[in-house]
């Protein structure tokens, strides 16, 4: 797979996990641009983070279709279900 779209699916997993964080009964709706920059990491960080083998990697949730985390993912990503909640 190519890098370019590791980090899409990426971006899409962590935008996702951020959206359907459990909702405390104050929390309201923050928009994304809200999310510090120390809460964020970069393609470049995260290319240099999956390839140095003597650092411990972050988690990397797949969230979504299974299909999709079937089909291509990053490696060592983890499946973390669907993204909403069953009918």
Partial sequence: MKPHAQF???LAAV???ILL???TASAE???AASISESSL???AELA???Q????TLPLILQV???VLFDEAHIAGAEYAGPGGQAD
Wanted: no cysteine.
């Fill in 52 to 55: 140095n083998k003597s650092l």
């Fill in 8 to 10: 899409r699916i990426l």
């Fill in 64 to 66: 979504g279709s299974r």
């Fill in 29 to 31: 709706h923050k928009p």
């Fill in 15 to 17: 935008a996702l996990s």
């Fill in 48 to 50: 240099a983070l999956l």
């Fill in 21 to 23: 964080q459990p909702a």
């Fill in 41 to 43: 990491i970069q393609p």
